[in-house]
């Protein structure tokens, strides 16, 4: 197993592994685990990592915007953890250069997908968890993701595509749109979900996403092109 320059990576993220196996491991895509040598991808760190991210942002957004009511705290938190944000995060900490991945996976433009970014960046939260416990992963996020956050909030980036077509749909007099899960694959830990959105009975666009909220917003988005 070759990886590209961890000590750059270190440098850039602002943490030292103790344990380096655990940062290799949230650098591994799936599709390396036929290479000689490889036998853990960075899914279960996905998985954790997740969950580490959304306790973080919550906390800082219910300490930080103590006016606010729950519908605009989920909403910040839906903008800063949906895919396009987190693969935008991904790309400024350069993690793309340092994955691990097949040939194909590489050719077929890995590197540049978004979900796999944004996977990236959940599981490399899910390994400094690991490595050196909720201090550690509280810094990362400090210099990382708070900054990416504030620059997300000030721009007004605030309405999410269901609720922008939610806008749309009702400044035409159209219904309010309604949404389908049209079909479910993959393992329970990794799930794809496709969804379609419907606006007067007429099916208008759909979304795949890794959960229901992700596919409706991505159906969502896709409708606001055609309507």
Known sequence: MKF????????????QFKNIDLLKTALTHRSALNETGVTQSY?????????????????????TYKQSDEGYLTTARSVIVRTKSLS????????????????????????????ILEDSVESLMGAIYL???LPAVKIFFEKHVIPHAQKLLKNGQLKDSKSLLQERVQ????????????????????????????????????????NKQEAEQIAAQQALKLI
Request: proline fraction near 4%; aromatic fraction near 8%; charge should be negative.
């Open 4 to 15: 590209n320059q961890l000590d750059k990576l270190q440098t850039t993220i602002g943490y």
């Open 43 to 63: 899914e279960r760190l996905e998985y954790l990592g997740d969950a580490v991210l959304e306790m973080l942002i919550t906390d800082y957004l219910f300490n």
């Open 88 to 115: 935008a995060l991904a790309v400024k900490i350069n993690l793309p250069e340092h994955l691990y991945m097949s040939r194909g996976e590489e050719a077929g433009g890995g590197r540049q997908n978004p979900s």
């Open 131 to 133: 490595d050196g416990d």
């Open 171 to 210: 400044s035409q007099g159209l219904n309010s749109p309604a949404y389908k899960i049209t079909k479910e694959q993959g393992p329970d830990h990794q799930k794809e979900f496709t969804v379609a959105v419907f606006i007067n009975h007429k099916k208008i666009s759909q979304g795949k996403g890794k």
